[in-house]
């Protein structure tokens, strides 16, 4: 190569930077402390968002997915019964995985079932892993801070101190609904709360994928 030639490595263009992705399942944050959990990653048309709860759900608030808050996931931009937030990625037409992230790998969740009575449901929580149990109940109308939510259901899954809400309920490949409290404790026969994910998905005009 002669002094006129061109260096090779000039023109390159610069590595593209990999779109802030999660799972559901996997933690989230916001400004003040706060910690939830992504639930399901949705999509309309070729716009994708993804589901979460408790102090996360604030029209307005971003997202991240670090607790400096140095990656940012999205914002949420509407919330329904209160309580569940669909947070808009910062990069929305890139696709997002539709699964779950458990402590030994992936689930994938396709589609969205009512939750029933009786019908079998787990969920997955890095403070107690897997846990699977039933429906008990539903139409359960509970008082939070936020105000009254009603439509909820019933499970007999535990949960204990330090997991965060948001986390997301599943049968199968079937996604069921996000927790949006509990009952008692894992030690005393405990339940917990949770609201259906087919409901969210009508009103905020998404789906599971």
Known sequence: MTSQDPDPGTDEPPAPIAAPSREGGEPIFARGGVRCTLGFNV????????????????????????????????TVVAVTNTATGLVRY??????????????????????????????????????TGMRCGTVTARDQDVRFGEGAIGGLVRTSICAKPGEPLG?????????????????????GGGSSLVQPVDEVLSAFGVKIY
């Open 43 to 74: 999509r309309r048309s070729d716009t994708y968002y993804f589901l979460t709860t408790g102090a996360c759900a604030r029209v307005g608030l971003k997202i991240y997915a670090d607790p400096a808050l140095t990656v940012e996931l999205g």
């Open 90 to 127: 910062v990069k929305p037409h890139v696709e997002r995985p539709g699964s779950v992230r458990t402590l030994t790998g992936s689930v994938d969740v396709t589609a969205a079932r009512r939750p029933e009575v009786s019908r079998r449901i787990c969920r997955t929580s890095r403070v």
């Open 167 to 187: 986390t997301p309920y599943f049968s199968g490949t079937f996604a069921l609904g996000l927790r949006i409290g509990a009952d008692g404790s894992c030690a």
